[in-house]
């Protein structure tokens, strides 16, 4: 009877064990550093431009890395992830890159909001690693809104789509891409930002 209890405790154990989930831990944690070092005016205007922190969609909230493999399906790489979320990540990476095209007379960030001309917010709507298509994809889509903060005027507003092919369908493959999607979204951004800026009748 008692090595019958014990047989049954020990089983009873082990499933609790099986069925536990088990958080694997993360190995590999990666960056966005890449961003438009372009530069659009010999001398900067009068204006000045604050860019808010980027948001994020729900399911993009997260220093995850995220792939499809499955249609409608967002999964998880295990043991890879961003050091902070892609749109913590893409902050400072804006500000650079319109600080870098020596357009405006300053570039704020933060709660600067009403001493300077014009606000840029961004929403990132989605940042994965597509396997669906050979080679992987990495793919980064946000909408960008430029606003005159005098009157709160929005001026205009642009959905960007990146799409890099992976130089390897790898975890680090999706980050060298990721790299690449940054620096041409933020040239493309700061072209938006400036080209309305400049059509702008104040």
């Known amino acids: 009877m008692k090595k019958t209890n014990l047989a049954l405790l020990f089983g009873v154990h082990w499933m609790l064990y099986a069925c536990s989930p088990v ?15 372009k530069k659009t005016a010999h001398e900067p205007t009068h204006r000045s431009l604050l860019v808010s922190l980027p948001e994020a969609v729900s399911g993009y909230q997260t220093e995850q890395m995220l ?12 043991h890879s992830a961003w050091i902070s979320s892609p749109a913590n990540m893409l902050y400072p990476l804006i500000v650079e890159s319109l600080q870098n095209s020596y357009y ?3 570039v704020a960030s933060g709660s600067y909001a009403d001493k300077t001309d014009y606000r840029v ?14 080679p992987s994809q990495m793919e980064l889509r946000a909408k960008v809104v430029l606003t005159h903060v005098e009157d709160n005027r929005v001026i205009a507003s642009r959905i960007i789509n990146e799409r890099i092919s992976c130089p390897q369908d790898s975890p680090y493959g999706g980050v060298l891409a990721a790299n690449q999607a940054t620096r041409q979204f933020t040239a493309k951004l700061s072209d938006f930002v400036i080209e309305h800026v400049k059509q702008d009748k104040v």
């Open 67 to 78: 792939y499809i493999k499955k249609p409608y399906e967002l999964s998880v790489f295990a």
């Open 23 to 37: 958080k694997t831990p993360v190995t590999d944690q990666y960056n966005l550093t890449s961003y438009s070092t």
């Open 104 to 106: 405006f007379t300053a």
């Open 121 to 134: 917010d961004t929403q990132l709507l989605s940042f994965q690693q597509n396997f669906l298509v050979k």
